[in-house]
């Protein structure tokens, strides 16, 4: 008895090992183009929040050298993916730098079109989705079935809150944090964009060959 339990156990276990291991060597391959770091952003709408008594027509970061980084996806290469469908979500993504990592714009980071006052955690939500409505193009989330789907051109912006040590304008690395996933750039530099949205400057939308 003890032999067959054994056996079975070994089988689970060998089973689970497999499963697990299959689903980490064949992850998702997404490739992107960081086309913009963006210091300052309009809102065509200005924003009413419940923090303040006038609306609000702009943000920049509290610290002067943070931006947003702007980045493109450019195609998704499922092919190989063990499971039936890759969930891709924005909130997901991560900028790596080195021992840094930014995502979700956290509360206190932003000031109000110059004055010192900062993004509220009731305000937050709220100034997420007026950047999203200036900056972002295509679906905030999505499923990708088994295959390479190619001129996706999602775009999407990053708060990078304060200067990065020894960045010198060079394309960012992305992560993502939920199903398997490799992230490629396509190599291209971003551009430097004092004001974007609103009555700002335009952002590139699709990625370069």
Known sequence: MRTLWGTAALLLCLSACTTTSSVREHPAVLRYQHVANVHEIRFTNPVQLPSRLEPVDFVRPRDSSGFWAVFVLCEADTSDIVLPGFRFNVDDVRIQYGKYRFGPLQPYTLRYQGSLDLNTPKDTPLIVQAIGAEIHQGPRSTVFERGHFTDLHFRFAIFVPRALPNYAGEPLQLRYLGQPAILHDNGYP??????????????AARCLP
């Open 190 to 203: 971003p551009s430097d964009i004092r004001v974007a949205g609103g009555s700002g400057g335009g952002i």
